[in-house]
């Protein structure tokens, strides 16, 4: 939704993006786990990473446009650390730095980095040293997307 409302010019999907986002990050558990899907009416608190860090990227995108509250912001670091706790940190050599995928849909940890999981990883990262350092981001967005 983000993307084609800044393509398209279109708040209406902006605004809808951001409520998707504070929607997630209202669900997010004392543990700072985000529901990665809802089951018979119950939302999955076992973190997939992936939806992690593309939660953490739009978030921040959402607070610098002033689509989302500032507040949340404690939601995102909680969201972060967590993230890193899937990072390789030993083992074997080709796979340090990566980021694992995290866990299946009953709770099984996957110990395997992910190449998607550790760029949007990466690409949070980046966005949050961003807005830390200047409070607003001086990224090409669509680079990202």
Known sequence: MWVAGKFLKRDDYLDSSAKSIKWLLDLQNSDGVIPRLYFDDKPVFHERIDAI??????????????????????????????????????????????????KTSNGKIMEHPNSWVTAFSIQALMIHEDYLENNKLDLNLFHIV
């Open 53 to 102: 860090a593309q939660t953490v990227r739009m978030a921040i995108i959402h607070i610098v446009e002033k689509r989302l509250d500032s507040c949340y912001y404690s939601h995102i670091v909680k969201l972060i650390s967590l993230m890193l706790k899937y990072q390789v940190k030993e083992g074997n050599k080709h796979e340090l730095g990566g980021i694992n995928w995290g």
